[in-house]
């Protein structure tokens, strides 16, 4: 049996198709020959003898994520290679276009591979299933599994994107392959390759071992195999350099839960970052698998739209202690190397300030539960914006500073109107801006009612 979580191409499918926005098709590469069968639940040429729609649930849980194919196709079955046993088999797959589906056309010869979903067979234009007539590669392949040794083969690859051209792959690294009744540990050749042939079909959990020097997002794959197929696994293998530091306040204290960022010089340090870290309670920060090269360290230049957020308030600086980028102090991070110890002191935080926001009528009555979306736009013109509500009294506070900048938006409960087929708000509000400057600030904002109809 088949698990759609062994093809990748499974996954894409089941991701595009759960989105109701998705409108295009993306595959990853496809294999050879040899990976596709070795990890298709059922290979087999057959003609395409009926179709009809897929039977869908009266109920659909859009939260879920799920895939619904929308067409299942009837083959008559000339030849079997493997997971078929009858002379007719039924393939469910997508319309075509953004959800990956293979448009089979009736009468027609293909060579198909199909994976399990459901315990369906399923296909896509992801995988090898083509027209027989395209198929001489495949054919060539399997015309050899009669007279082919049982058992499997697992290969790979190892990338190493930020290496140099002629930089071989570093002799400690490894491969652990895992199987039921196998345990099998290879080293790959300088170009990253490595082979491992012989195996028994089944299931397999395969590793990359690493120096610390190394890092790769995830260690482990699994995939199954049949017998007389291969299956691929590869990894892309980054420098592993670490970045591990503190920051402090004016005052000498660590302060804990703010962003500090690592940039390229010369970048926008509001915008772009390389690694980005929030502080523990004893304010250290830690970066790992950072590419050789030079950096500037970051404190608060990065913000979520956050209005409870403690640490707003301090000014965005620089290691080691610096608000302007001219006098910034560069790291520079050799391969895997590790920095540790750094310090960052910042600034004393901006004088503290209460912003009272009170959202009226054009008469002056309060709205209450009036929606209030509120952006910090103090560091850059962010558009993600804060949500919240007023209270009975169509009042809301929130804990600013002196020299913030915030842009206000505000709405009523009162409903639309259907107008010409259109709703149209029944209300008009003034987006607001302030600059906060003292110490207690209270901002209106007035909505007017707008008359039905118009």
């Not at 595959?27 to 179709?51: K, R, Y």
């Not at 420098?239 to 005052?251: I, P």
């Amino acid at each position: 049996m088949r698990s759609v979580v062994l093809l990748l191409l499974g996954a894409v499918i089941v991701v595009l198709l759960a989105s109701p926005t998705a409108n295009a098709c993306s595959c990853g590469m496809g294999g050879a020959p040899c990976e596709s069968f070795g990890t298709s639940a059922a290979v087999f040429a057959g003609t395409v003898i009926a179709v009809r729609e897929n039977e869908r649930p009266k109920k659909i849980d859009r939260n879920a994520v799920d895939w619904l194919p929308r067409f299942v196709y009837k083959f008559s079955v000339q030849q079997a290679y493997s997971g078929v046993t009858g002379t007719e088999v039924e393939v469910f797959t997508g319309s075509g276009g953004g959800d990956c589906g293979y448009q089979f056309k009736i009468g027609e010869r293909y060579l198909v591979y199909a994976y399990l979903y459901k315990d369906k067979l399923n296909t896509s234009i992801c995988g090898r299933t083509r027209p027989f007539s395209q198929a001489t590669e495949d054919l060539a392949f399997l015309g050899t599994l009669a007279s082919a040794r049982p058992g499997v083969m697992i290969h790979g690859t190892i990338t190493r994107p930020d290496a140099k051209p002629d930089e071989p792959i570093d002799s400690d690294i490894s491969i652990l392959i895992e199987g039921e009744s196998q345990r099998k540990e290879v080293q790959p050749n300088a170009e990253g390759t490595f082979s491992v042939s012989g195996l028994p079909a089944g299931k397999y959990k395969v590793t990359i071992n690493l120096p610390d020097t190394l890092a790769t997002w995830r260690n482990e794959s699994e995939v199954t195999v049949t017998d007389r197929g291969c299956a691929a696994v590869g990894w892309y293998v980054t420098d592993n350099g670490r970045v591990n530091g503190r920051v402090f306040n004016a005052d000498g204290e660590p302060v804990p839960r703010i962003l500090v960022s690592l940039i390229k010089p010369g970048s926008n340090p509001k915008e772009n970052h390389v690694k980005l870290d929030r502080t523990d309670d004893e304010g250290n920060f830690k970066f790992s698998a950072v590419p050789r090269g030079r950096y500037l360290i970051g404190v608060n230049h990065t913000r979520f739209p956050e209005l409870k957020d403690p640490t707003k308030s301090y000014p965005p600086t620089f290691y080691p202690g610096v608000e302007d980028e001219a006098h910034a102090q560069t790291i520079t991070v050799g391969p895997g190397e590790k920095l540790s110890d750094l310090v960052v002191r910042i600034p004393t935080k901006r004088p503290s300030s209460v912003v009272t926001i009170r959202v009226v009528w054009a008469d002056g009555t309060p709205v209450p539960k009036a929606s209030l979306i509120i952006t910090d736009v103090t560091q850059s013109a962010s558009t993600n914006g804060f949500g919240v509500q007023t209270d009975a009294q169509g009042e809301h506070t929130i804990d600013g500073y002196i020299g913030q900048k915030l842009i206000i938006d505000a709405r009523s409960e009162r409903p639309s109107e259907l107008v010409n087929g259109r709703w149209q708000v029944l209300e008009r509000s003034e987006r607001v801006r302030l600059t906060v400057e003292r110490p207690a600030e209270t901002i209106r904002v007035v909505i007017t009612k707008l008359p039905s109809g118009n």
